[in-house]
């Protein structure tokens, strides 16, 4: 299960309201590389696999998740923060071991 905080939630549907076309949803995955090996991946999506996405709804929000990346999702929390050092989404993720220096990668 993925889960989006309700400030993420409303901070995608701002962004969502800025592209043309209207996408599908949100697409959330892991992606190999990185300093540790995988790193998040988010996208707007025009359509839904159907066969292979598994789809989260939040508030209107749909969230897609391919079967590779829900692996590694499971219990997954985006975020989104705002701090003096800048602004961004935040995954909170039970799974992870360890994290690289850049913060933006990480390994199970």
């Not at 701002?14 to 090996?37: F, M, N």
Request: hydrophobic share 35%.
């Amino acid at each position: 299960m993925v889960e989006l905080t309700p400030v993420a939630v409303t901070k995608v549907k701002e962004i969502l309201t800025q592209q043309s076309p209207s996408p599908a949803g949100l697409r959330v995955a892991v992606v190999g590389g990185g300093c540790s090996g995988f790193s998040y991946h988010m996208a707007f999506e025009n359509q839904v696999n159907e066969d292979a996405d598994t789809v989260y709804e939040f508030d209107g929000l749909k969230v897609l998740v391919d079967q590779m990346s829900a692996m590694y999702l499971d219990g997954v929390q985006i975020d989104y923060i705002e701090t003096i050092e800048g602004s961004g989404f935040k995954f909170n993720n039970p799974n992870v071991k360890s994290t690289c220096g850049c913060g933006s990668s990480f390994s199970v």
